[in-house]
């Protein structure tokens, strides 16, 4: 009786430990990485945060641009968190031009939108697209139970909002928020990957 009680209190402790180290990785914050170019010739509003750990602690980076004009940028930016690693990093570059942009009347009412969501790694992506003249897109989504991948080319004449979230569950911050909006004539390229994928493999533009 007593050998069966040592080997159940044995496995209880086995168990409690296995317990917490899964619940430990659980807490990392999802890995990130997007590669993005946008030329805008209207009016655009766009922000995005990155960021390792809640409150305080870890890494966050935020980062806003709005206003009309002539617009062209390239943004890569990343969040890669492991037992050793804990880190994010952005590089941005940017030409502004301002002028006044008084977006043109229209009764179009043609519009296309996707969303697409991974449970398993805790991606949301979505684009939406109000025509005003043409829309050119092509938009690739990959998803599987640890990674996610979104591609956009688009090219349009209107309005066009593109977002993302991801958060890997309820106990993680949300490591990447990204949302815009682009008014007038837009070229959109932009890849963004989540999960277990190397932040190294990012295209060229």
Known sequence: MRRLLAAMLVFSVCATANLMTA???DT????????SWVFVNGYMDESRILQTQLGFHGSKIALA????????????????TDS???????????????KPYTPPFTQSDLRN?????NYEVGSVFSESYSIDKDLIKDTKIFQNKTASVYEISSEIQGTARIGARVQKNADTVHSYIMGGTYVGYAQIRSEIV???SSILTLPCP
Do not use: M, P
Not at 28 to 35: D, G, I, R, T
Not at 65 to 80: E, H, K, L, P, W
Not at 84 to 98: H, K, P, R
């Open 113 to 117: 939108a996707l969303c697409a969501k």
């Open 28 to 35: 990392l914050a999802q890995n990130v990485s997007e590669h």
């Open 194 to 196: 989540v999960g277990n």
């Open 84 to 98: 050793n690693v804990d880190e994010a990093g952005l590089t941005i570059s940017a030409n502004y031009d301002y």
């Open 65 to 80: 641009t709005s206003g009309s004009g002539i617009a062209t940028r390239t943004i890569d930016s990343y969040v890669f």
């Open 23 to 25: 619940s430990a990785k």
